[in-house]
């Protein structure tokens, strides 16, 4: 019988039963919760789904944080032989109805009270929605079925009904609808199956050494297929242990409680611990300062030899260990003390920042994965490691870049198309070749690198094309920048909004005497717009011209999910940021008296305009 996730996940539960499978924190700890538990919970859970008439191949949306029952809910729905539909607990209404509507589902599990109150005024706009079930206590309605209730109907229906269902199931039946997020318009459904995920499961088994002593701390959204795949069901296949954050802000404190040895996230989580770690060294005392930049000349030299495949000599082995007890052992601490590596993925990651993390002895392995391929294409692992690419092709997975750069996949991963879509599935083919949209360079090694979306690129009105990602990872390298998007598609120069990092921004501006009440004071005044203009130049002195910035705009707040401009795993929605700020990009490009024309925009309606010089 071939292989499918809920039998697959079952089969552990019977390896060791009472051995620890998930860790959730109650009050001021964490409890341990058993696989004798889990699977305890997939037959309720599957059962209950049988009772209230879910049939094989019915969908099931899940929208709620990273839980136990967000689990229990996925695989009981796939146990009863459903197709489970994620969406992100942080998304609005709109997408929520968008992708339940879409996706045709019959229940919904849903872990907000919020969400269940707006839910309630537009029930008649979900006309295939049957049983909303609300995993949270505090809001009644007729049509919201409580957890207990919903589960209490698991008695009507004896186990063997569900096992019938489990061994029915088919390797290539659809396991899920993962809804992409959505940077360049409505999200769309695509159909990965239990065979593309579980490929890719052991595709990454076979390059990541992973079992029951590792802990991994969860808190991307389960809806998002990085998390999905390789920090979940990885983990259940390894039989590692998955500890759930209580939220993106406890993070740092939920690190030192859990002390876990693998850690899987977006680029920004990595680029705000590193902006924390040198602002706090950068603001210490001079000899603290010579320490820490000493071990990290050190880390770096060790790491290039590793990084060759060099050995390091026996001074540079005695310096590397001082270092690490003196300097880097801190930041060990910080982390748990116990993590092995981080797995970075869904953006691209700034060097700088995986190179100080790998000086430190804490590798970051940067993988290259899409929702349409089951998240694994290509990735960076133990002693296979290039900075600055996101790896080697996983085993089983093919490359071929075409003739516009584009990248082209095939392999087990590879979805099945897109949900009610065929017109765009076969526009996403080349044969039996997926088209990702991608743009990237293999090396003589194997090692895939990123340059940008295809869709993204800047065409420039002289015919130049650039890669915006590029030049806004440049700046974000700066530590007075958080974020920033590039803009100038059949423009005859570059353009970019700014957003400050205002925590060292701030620091700046009382060091040096500037008055300022607020963000937006702190923006327009001269010599923050003088100061930004001098890094920014500097950051671009080695670019040819036509890919460098001319004028920028600094702005008095971040690019927001609250405003549609970033997707929940903050990935720049371009054209909705371009519209909101369609005014401020455009009078960039006005004739200007002299000077440089670098300005300043402070949210809301009002343009806060003034010249650096």
Known sequence: MEETIPRMILKRAQEDPGRTVFMQK????????????????????????????????????????????????????????????????????????????????RLLFLGSVLTARELAEHLEELPELKTIVLLVDGFEHPRFLPLDAFL??????????????????????????????????????????????????????????????????SFLPLSHVFERVDGYYLMLHQRAIIAYAEDIDTVPLNLTEVKPTVVISVPRLYEKMFARIMERVLSGPWLKKQLFFGALKIGRAYATKVLANQTPGGLLQVAMGAARRAVFSKLQERLGGRLRFFISGGAPLGREIAEFFLAAGIPIYEGYGLTETAAGIAVNSPGQMRLGSVGLPFPGTDLRIDADGEILVRGPGVFQGYWQRPELTAETFDESWFKTGDIGRLDANGFLTITDRKKDLIITAGGENIAPQNLENLFKSDKYLANALVYGDRKPFLTALLVPNFDNLEKYARYKKIDFLNHCDLVGHPRVLDLLRRRIDRLQENLPPFNRVKRFTLLSRDFSSAEGEVTPTLKLKRKVVAAHFQQVLETMYLPQASGNHDRSFCGGDSDSTIAAK
């Not at 136990?68 to 607990?89: F, I, K």
Request: aromatic share 6%; proline share 4%; glycine share 8%.
């Open 26 to 105: 109650i009050g001021e700890r964490y409890g341990a919760i058993p696989w004798s538990e889990l699977e305890r919970q997939i037959y309720r859970f599957g059962k209950s789904l049988l009772a209230s008439g879910v049939a094989a191949g019915d969908r099931v949306a899940i929208m709620a944080p990273n839980c136990p029952n967000w689990a229990y809910a996925d695989l009981g729905a796939m146990a009863a032989g459903a197709v489970t539909v994620p969406v992100y607990h942080t998304e609005g209404l709109e997408a929520l109805l968008h992708i339940v509507n879409d996706s045709g589902s």
């Open 152 to 217: 209490a109907q698991a008695e009507q229906i004896v186990d063997a009904d569900l096992q019938n269902r489990l061994d029915h199931a088919r390797a290539e039946a659809t396991a899920t609808l993962v809804y992409t997020s959505g940077t360049t318009g409505l999200p769309k459904g695509a159909i990965l199956t239990h065979s593309n995920i579980l490929a890719n499961v052991r595709a990454a088994v076979s390059v990541f050494t992973l079992g029951p002593d590792d802990i991994c701390l």
